[in-house]
């Protein structure tokens, strides 16, 4: 499968080009996304890998939470290339993503609470080793977060509601539950540490983790208009 992936959730946007499992990506150099420069990396990495649009299989976007600005940029570019290709697009919840991400491999992880670092194996941020938390920075105090298990494929199954609140509401809501976390909130804000995670991996979404998400079957390909951006701070979503 061949498939193009867009996430502008957060800082550094980024594309990516998925061929056959083999992922390439590549991040923006301005930290607010534009159409003409997510435009200009996809341009480069079908270049790169001498194809063209309509030779892809499907483009795939991340629908946030996250920036309101990114995210509406992304939709719009990925609709405009899916409707002048003739494709279908996933749109992929970004805080699913990550969390696909982290279950499909090891990952460099600090553990909660502690100032150094430690290489975490597959038992400790991938696999179904216990529930993950993810947690990405919603700016004004608050995080985007949600808590996933694994399924009987070993792909994340949410198990809460993609929310914004305060740390200390996550705190409240997860100690005990969550197990282990994923997302840059976790860098953000020290007092998630009081979540007392066996390991935190603080990543910032990407258009590798959509890409993950999109070619495993988990996430539809519908027609484009149905690509629109998940804002969840004025409202929970029930997508994948």
Do not use: W
């Not at 867009?6 to 990516?16: H, K, L």
């Not at 805080?95 to 090891?106: D, I, R, V």
């Not at 502690?114 to 597959?122: E, H």
Request: charged share 20%; net charge neutral; glycine share 8%.
């Amino acid at each position: 499968m061949k498939l193009l992936s867009i996430e502008a959730a957060a800082s550094p946007p980024s594309v990516a080009l998925s061929i056959d499992g083999k992922i390439s990506q590549r991040l923006c150099d301005e930290p607010r996304a534009q159409a003409e420069h997510l435009l200009l990396l996809v341009k480069q990495l079908l270049s790169e890998h001498k194809l063209s649009l309509t030779k892809l299989d499907g483009i795939a976007v991340g629908r946030g939470p996250g920036s309101f600005t990114g995210l509406r940029v992304a939709a719009a570019t990925a609709q405009g290339l899916a409707y002048s290709s003739g494709h279908n697009v996933a749109s992929v919840s970004t805080l699913a993503a990550l969390a696909h991400e982290a279950f499909s491999k090891p990952s460099t992880a600090t553990r909660s609470g502690d100032s150094g670092t430690a290489k975490a194996s597959s038992a400790d941020l991938g696999g179904n080793e216990g529930p993950l938390l993810v947690c990405l920075d919603a700016r004004k105090a608050q995080v985007y977060c949600a808590l996933y298990e694994a399924d009987e494929l070993g792909h994340p199954r949410r198990v809460s509601s993609e929310m914004v609140i305060d740390p200390a509401e996550v705190v409240a809501q997860f100690k005990g539950s969550a197990k282990r976390g994923v997302g840059n909130g976790f860098s953000q804000y020290p007092e998630l540490a009081e979540l007392d995670l066996l390991f935190v991996d603080a990543a910032n979404p990407s258009a590798r983790a959509v890409a993950i998400r999109a070619n495993s079957g988990a996430v539809e390909f519908a027609a484009p208009y149905l690509a629109i951006p998940e804002y969840v701070r004025n409202n929970v979503t029930h997508g994948s």
